[in-house]
Every structure is written in structure tokens, then in C-alpha cells.
């Protein structure tokens, strides 16, 4: 029997709305167009500017015991009257050639979840249940290592990604708020850190960049014409996919001058209009000066923004500088690489850890791509294990609310004075 085709979002709206979003569909459409008749001209000068290089053929992906671990968490919380609960999972695969040889190992996945008081910043807590995620990712990832001794390790994202924004929540009292696994957020942060650097030191590590958004190459143009107007304004995965050929790299090592790397590039762009504004690029300097002054004046917000996320707080054992200047050292030390492994996909950004043979990981990746995503395999495989879903939070806490009403010692206006959807339209 052939599956019944379910109705789109946009067909279950009423006519008006309907109507109106696909005329929206078409000026947005008709916007594109005219973007890309723009772009043409400056993605043809770029293209000449770029090095690819071709992905070596070194072995046949048999010779390779090769894991992946991703983690998943729940993409909405279930906000009832009391708490807010969120819900994490981590797990990984072993592929031994092409042979899966963890399917009957009880460890490789691992479910958590989060459930605080309904109280304080949203986004603070969406911050500590992606970290709480990342914990158990990160284990699960050390665990694979240990167990299998993989020649390759593929991780779901970058390896210092989760450092974003942690300056919101590293102050934050976590048992007052209802996390009784850790003190405070400094120290969830903390496990995190130290997880990553064990990780990256392992030797196996690649992390498997998806949702990049950084504009190095735009930021490498700019830094040669000070000029908006000069590059493509689009992030690298975009100017990528329309310049380089399946089954060639590249690498953010052929741009970089200096000490400057990727995340300088990127942040150029971020901050130009700042470094206009505070008078840091000037008419009256030589272009040389004018990239020395900008570049340092990135460097210097770079180390202030990082140090902010990653130091204790109120530490003063170190100047800010100093620690600031490691932190950039260890995070843009790992070499950033963009592979276009199928002709139907975007490229991907592989991230090195320490002692990682580039050749090899490019090798299997080409020849373990899923051409569909553009993704090795692996990686596709251990996302579609460990993805949840966004009613996930609300059945978690339906399950803690049935049980609940089940116990004779307690009421039932007691548990839904603590239980009930905070939106009763919503369904919690």
C-alpha cells in the first residue's frame, strides 16, 4: 500500500495567509536572482585567487577502524507551571572497514536530561542543557577511543563550539536553579574544556563542521582592498560550493599571512564597521599599516572575548591578556579544511585534532561520503540514531507527570500545580 502523502504546513494555513507567503516566495525569489547576476562577476575574480587541491587517494577505507559520536538535545523545552525540562542524548558507531562492530555494545548510547525551575533566562538555560549535551559527547567520544582504539574519530561539530555565550551562565548558582551534578556553571564549562583538550590530544579526533557560518575568504579579500564593496558577502561553505569541483579541498592555511588565521579573517568582516567608526583603518595609512593596526585590534577582541568565556569567574591568578592569547593559540591552532566530497552538496569543514593525518581523513571521507548530504556516512548514520525530536521534552514530561498522579501520597493539584503546560493552547 502506498503511504497516504501528508499536507505540507504551508496547505494547512488559511487561503489568505497562503496567498500572501507565495507572493513573499516570489519577490524573495526574484531578490535571489538578481544576487546572483551581482555575484557573478565577483565570484569569478575570487576563483582566481583560491587554491584547490586535489583529495589524494591514500587507502581503501577497509584498512580503517573509524568511530563517530554525535549528541542530540531536545530542540524545544517543555515549559510547565513549575519547571522547564529539556532532554540530551549521545551516542556513538564503530565501523570496523565497512563492518559496524558496536552494535552490541551496551555503552554506545546514553540518554540525560535537564529539568529546572521556571524561573530565569531562556536562553540561559538552552546554554546548559547544550553543555550538559556536550559532557556526555564528549565522554561517549573518550569512551570510543578507550574501547576500540579507532584510527579516526569523527565528531559532530567543531571542537571549542560549545564555547560561545558560556560567559552568560558561568556565575549561575546551577544547584539553586535544580542541576545537583554541578556547583556551578564554571565548573560545567570547565568538565567541558578539559573533555575537549583530552579529545584533541587524543590523536583520532576530526571534528565534522555542518552549520559553519564564518566569512574568512571575505575577510582575506577585505584585508587586501578595504573595500565592502570588493567581496562576495557570503559565508565560506557558500563561496565554496560555488567555486570548488567534487573531489578537491581547501585549506585556510593558503590565506593566512602572518599569525592571522581563519577566526581573524572571519571577525574582519564582523567588526569592519567598528574598526571604520574607531578610526583603526585609515585613508591617510599605508595599506601595510592599516592591516597591522586592524589585525591587532581583532586579535585583542578575540583574546578579551574568548578569556571571558573560558576563564573562572573573578579570576584574577593571570592577566586577561595572557590567558586571552593561549586560548586563541589553542582554539585556532587546529587546521581548518573544506572538502567538497559529492557534486550535490556543499563542501564540509573537517577540523584537525593533534597528530591527525589530513591525507587519510580526506581519503575515507571522499570514498564514505554520502553524495546526498555530502557527509561521511558515518556521521550521517550516528545523527539519525541520536536525533530527537521536538515533542521529545513534552512526552519526557508527561511520563514524569503520569507517574506522578499514580502516587497515593500526593495529590493531583499538587503535581499540576508544578506539571501543567504553562500554555494550556500548547500542550506544554
Not at 513573499?24 to 547576476?37: D, G, M, W, Y
Request: aromatic residues 8%; glycine residues 4%.
Amino acid at each position: 500500500m502506498f503511504e497516504e502523502e501528508k499536507p505540507s504546513a504551508m496547505s494547512k494555513l488559511p487561503f489568505k495567509l497562503q496567498v500572501d507567503l507565495y507572493e513573499h516566495a516570489r519577490q524573495a525569489a526574484s531578490r535571489v536572482f538578481k544576487e546572483i547576476e551581482i555575484e557573478r562577476e565577483k565570484l569569478s575574480r575570487v576563483n582566481n585567487l583560491l587554491k584547490f587541491r586535489d583529495i589524494p587517494e591514500v587507502l581503501s577505507s577497509k584498512d580503517l577502524r573509524v568511530g563517530a559520536v554525535d549528541g542530540s538535545s531536545s530542540p524545544t523545552f517543555s515549559d510547565r507551571l513549575g519547571y522547564r525540562i529539556g532532554v540530551y542524548a549521545a551516542c556513538y558507531i564503530v565501523f570496523d572497514g565497512n563492518e559496524i562492530i558496536s552494535d552490541k555494545d551496551d555503552e554506545t548510547m546514553e540518554a540525560g536530561y535537564m529539568m529546572v525551575n521556571q524561573v530565569g533566562d531562556i536562553e540561559q538555560t538552552r546554554k546548559i542543557l547544550t553543555l550538559l549535551m556536550t559532557v556526555k559527547e564528549r565522554e561517549k567520544a573518550l569512551r570510543c577511543i578507550e574501547k576500540y582504539d579507532v584510527d579516526i574519530l569523527l565528531i559532530d561539530g567543531s571542537f571549542y563550539g560549545f564555547r560561545t555565550r558560556c560567559s552568560e551562565i558561568k556565575k549561575l548558582d546551577l544547584a539553586e536553579i535544580g542541576i545537583s551534578e554541578y556547583k556551578t556553571g564554571w565548573e560545567l564549562i570547565n568538565h567541558v574544556l578539559k573533555s575537549t583538550r583530552k579529545l584533541v590530544k587524543s590523536g583520532k579526533a576530526v571534528g565534522v563542521i555542518k552549520r559553519l557560518r564564518s566569512c574568512a575568504i571575505d575577510g582575506w579579500i577585505l584585508s587586501k582592498t578595504w573595500s565592502k564593496k570588493s567581496i562576495v558577502n557570503r559565508n565560506d561553505r557558500s563561496v565554496l560550493r560555488s567555486l570548488m569541483p567534487c573531489g578537491k579541498y581547501f585549506d585556510y592555511r593558503d590565506i593566512h599571512e602572518d599569525e592571522w588565521t581563519y577566526l581573524h579573517y572571519s571577525n574582519l568582516v564582523t567588526w569592519y564597521k567598528e574598526l571604520v567608526r574607531n578610526h583603526i583603518i585609515r585613508e591617510d595609512c599605508t595599506p601595510e599599516d592599516n592591516v597591522k593596526r586592524a589585525f591587532e585590534y581583532v586579535h585583542s577582541k578575540l583574546k578579551t572575548q574568548i578569556a571571558t568565556d573560558l576563564t573562572p569567574p573573578n579570576s584574577h591568578n593571570e592577566p586577561k591578556s595572557k590567558v586571552g592569547e593561549d586560548l586563541v593559540k589553542e582554539i585556532t591552532s587546529r587546521p581548518r579544511i573544506h572538502a567538497r566530497l559529492s557534486r550535490y552538496a556543499a563542501p564540509i569543514c573537517l577540523e584537525l585534532g593533534e597528530g591527525v593525518d589530513l591525507d587519510i581523513v580526506l581519503s575515507y571521507s571522499l570514498k564514505n561520503v554520502n553524495v546526498v548530504t555530502g557527509i561521511p556516512f558515518p556521521i550521517d548514520l550516528v545523527d539519525e540514531q541520536v536525533s530527537l525530536e521536538k515533542e521529545i521534552a513534552r512526552e519526557f514530561a508527561e511520563e514524569i507527570e503520569t507517574r506522578l498522579l499514580l502516587e497515593s501520597e500526593i495529590s493531583s493539584e499538587e503535581v499540576e500545580a508544578r506539571l501543567e503546560p504553562l500554555n494550556p493552547q500548547k500542550g506544554g
